[in-house]
């Protein structure tokens, strides 16, 4: 984690804020089914950060499903106005995966690597010239 930037972002009511002093991470893309039913259609856009330096408050609601990759996920959203804000995975128990769109536009990384591509409709805009997968990477860490 090179950047030590603090980074405020919040839902779109502002109920639910967040706090990054670890910086963001990598920005990535991910297309698998249940992204895109939460995300209206689209992919979503996420970063992973350290728990440890990422503060979380505001009332947030979860859901937890049997994620795709396996281990169980938790989708995390603003009971007031429905913005998803983050997920908790089972297999990464200290990191949170945020949407970056929690953060001001230009906050984040162009993406950096796309991820379930093999989910994705045609007319999905996939970056080019980035990693790509068609399920998940290998779990790495
Ligand atoms: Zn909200
Ligand atoms: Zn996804």
Partial sequence: MPETEVL?????CGAVKVTLTGGMG?????????????MGGGPAYLTMVDRANTDLSGERRGYT??????????????????????????????????????????S???PGIAIWTGSAPDWHPVTEGIPQFEKRPLPQK
Avoid at 8 to 12: K, R
Avoid at 26 to 38: K, L, Y
């Fill in 8 to 12: 405020h972002g919040q839902c779109l």
């Fill in 26 to 38: 990598r920005t990535m893309e991910c297309h698998c089914s249940e992204c895109q039913t939460v």
């Fill in 108 to 110: 984040a990384a162009a």
């Fill in 65 to 106: 499903v049997n994620g795709a990759s396996g281990g169980e996920v938790t989708r995390f959203f603003c009971p007031v106005c429905g913005t998803p804000t983050h997920s908790e995975l089972e297999s990464f128990p200290d990191k949170y995966v945020l949407k970056v769109g929690l953060f001001a536009p230009q």
